[in-house]
C-alpha cells in the first residue's frame, strides 16, 4: 500500500529548483510514498540521483509520470506531461493559471486534480505550505546581496586610520514578505534603513526590524491583507514625500505587487534622474513590469548615473536553499491529504478548497469563487490510487471557464 509520487526535472528556461530534495523525500516515504523521480532532476543545485535514497530515476517523463497517483514540479509541467498523466492523478506545482490557458485546459480534459501552489490561502494554519512567502523571503535577501555587489561602496559605517565612511542609505519600497527580509538583511549588514509602504501595519514591523518609516500619510490596504491601486491623488501625495528619500538613497529595494495587476510604479524616470550619482535600484518586482519606468525585466540597466538591477526568478537564483523551503511547503501540502497510505481529499480543509485549481473537470478559477461553495462542505472525496478503495463523490462546482488576465 503506497502513493506512487513522481518529480520532475524542470524545463523552463533558467529554472534550477527541483520539488524534492532528499531530507524530504524521508519525510514523504514515512507519510506512505513511494518515490519517482526524472534522472537529474536535481542536478541543477548539485545534488547527483544517488543522494536520494529509497527514491527510483527514470530517464524518460512520460514514462515518469504515466503511473503516478502525484506529479510534483516547481514550474507548470508541458502539455505532454500532463498528456502522459492517469485521468484523476494529482499535479502539484506554481500554475499562475491566467498565464497557462492551454495547460489548464489540458488538466480539465484530463480530469486532473491540479493544487496552485501561489493559491494556498495566507492563513495561520496554511504557513507551513506557503510557498509564495519561502520563495519571496530568499528574494528579499538576495536583493540585499545584488545591490550590495553593484554598489561602488560599502553597506556599514568603517572606520580606518585614514578616516570613517559613514552608513550606507538602503530604502526599500513595498514591505511584504520580502521587502521586511530585505530591510532585516540590509540592517544586518550595518546600513541605516528605511521603509515605505502603503498598508499602515508595515510601520510596526519595519521598525521591529531596525528600520525607520517613511509616513505618507496614504492608507490604501486593500483585500485579503493586499494593497489596492493608488488613486491620482494619492500617487501626488505619495511622491511629495517620498521622491526627497529616494533621492538620498545608496541603494533602494522595490518589491511592490497587486494582486492580478502590474506591478505599480513607485519611481518615475524623473525621480531616477534626480537619485545620486553611483545609487542603485534593485527592482524584485521586474516579473509584473517592475516598480521602477526605466526598468528593463530581466536586465541590468544604466540610466543617467543610476544602475538598475531587474532579475526574473530571483528564487531560483538560490535554488539549493529555494528547492529545500519549496520541497517542505508541498510536503506539508501533502501531508493534509496522505494519511494510511491513501489519498483523501477533505473539501471541509480550507486549505486543500482555496489551493485547488481543477479538479474532476472543473475549474475553480479565483478565490471569492471558493468561498461559494458552502453547499458541497460536506463532500469528500477519495482520489484513485492503487491503494484506495472507492472513489466516492465530486468537487465543489465551477462557475466560472479559465479567461485571461
Ligand atoms: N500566513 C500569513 O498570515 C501570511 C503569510 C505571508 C503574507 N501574509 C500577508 O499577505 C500580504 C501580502 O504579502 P506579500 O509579501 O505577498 O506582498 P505582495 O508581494 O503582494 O506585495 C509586496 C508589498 O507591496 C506593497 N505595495 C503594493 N502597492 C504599493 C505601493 N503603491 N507603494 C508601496 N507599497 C506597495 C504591499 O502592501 C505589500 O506589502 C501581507 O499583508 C502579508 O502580511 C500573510
Not at 29 to 58: C, E, N, P, R, Y
Not at 82 to 107: C, D, H, P, T
Not at 195 to 204: A, C, L, N, W
Not at 217 to 222: E, L, T
Request: glycine content about 6%; charged content about 20%; aromatic content about 4%.
Amino acid at each position: 500500500m503506497y502513493v506512487n509520487v513522481a518529480v520532475l526535472k524542470e524545463t523552463h528556461p533558467h529554472e534550477r529548483r527541483v520539488a524534492l530534495v532528499p531530507s524530504v523525500a524521508a519525510k514523504l516515504i514515512k507519510l506512505g510514498a513511494k518515490l519517482h523521480m526524472q534522472s537529474g532532476a536535481a542536478d541543477a543545485i548539485k545534488l547527483t540521483d544517488a543522494a536520494f535514497k529509497d527514491v527510483a530515476f527514470i530517464d524518460d517523463r512520460k514514462e515518469l509520470v504515466g503511473d503516478a497517483d502525484v506529479v510534483l514540479a516547481v514550474q507548470p509541467p508541458a502539455l505532454d506531461v500532463i498528456n502522459a498523466m492517469k485521468e484523476g492523478a494529482i499535479l502539484i506545482s506554481f500554475v499562475y493559471a491566467n498565464k497557462e490557458l492551454a495547460l489548464v485546459q489540458r488538466l480539465l480534459d484530463k480530469k486532473i486534480t491540479c493544487f496552485a501552489m501561489e493559491r494556498v490561502p495566507r492563513i495561520t494554519r496554511a504557513q507551513a505550505m506557503d510557498a509564495l512567502s519561502s520563495q519571496s523571503a530568499l528574494a528579499g535577501y538576495y536583493a540585499v546581496q545584488l545591490g550590495a555587489t553593484h554598489l561602488a561602496r560599502i553597506l556599514p559605517k568603517i572606520t580606518t586610520a585614514a578616516g570613517a565612511i559613514g552608513p550606507a542609505k538602503v530604502l526599500v519600497m513595498g514591505l511584504g514578505v520580502a521587502g521586511l527580509e530585505a530591510i532585516a538583511t540590509a540592517h544586518r549588514l550595518g546600513a541605516v534603513v528605511e521603509g515605505y509602504d502603503v498598508r499602515p501595519e508595515t510601520e510596526e514591523q519595519a521598525l521591529s526590524l531596525g528600520a525607520t518609516f517613511v509616513e505618507t500619510g496614504v492608507d490604501a490596504r486593500g483585500k485579503g491583507g493586499y494593497a489596492r491601486e493608488l488613486t491620482a491623488a494619492e500617487k501626488t501625495k505619495i511622491d511629495a514625500v517620498v521622491t526627497q528619500h529616494i533621492q538620498q538613497s545608496d541603494l533602494i529595494i522595490t518589491t511592490a505587487e497587486i494582486p492580478g495587476r502590474p506591478s505599480p510604479k513607485l519611481i518615475s524616470t524623473s525621480q531616477v534622474a534626480g537619485m545620486k550619482a553611483g545609487a542603485v535600484i534593485v527592482d524584485l518586482s521586474a516579473e509584473g513590469g517592475g516598480n521602477c519606468e526605466d526598468t528593463r525585466p530581466g536586465e541590468t540597466a544604466q540610466v543617467g548615473q543610476v544602475t538598475i538591477v531587474a532579475p526574473l526568478n530571483v528564487p531560483s537564483l538560490l535554488a539549493q536553499d529555494a528547492s529545500e523551503l519549496y520541497a517542505k511547503n508541498v510536503a506539508a501540502l501533502l501531508a493534509l491529504m496522505m494519511k494510511d497510505n491513501i489519498i483523501t481529499l477533505n473539501w471541509d480543509d480550507e486549505v486543500l478548497a482555496k489551493t485547488v485549481l481543477t479538479h474532476d473537470g472543473k475549474m475553480h478559477s479565483d478565490k471569492s469563487e471558493h468561498d461559494a461553495y458552502p453547499s458541497n462542505k460536506a463532500d469528500k472525496t477519495e482520489v484513485k490510487t492503487p491503494t484506495s478503495k472507492t472513489p466516492t463523490s465530486k468537487a465543489p462546482a465551477a462557475k466560472t471557464p479559465v479567461k485571461a488576465a
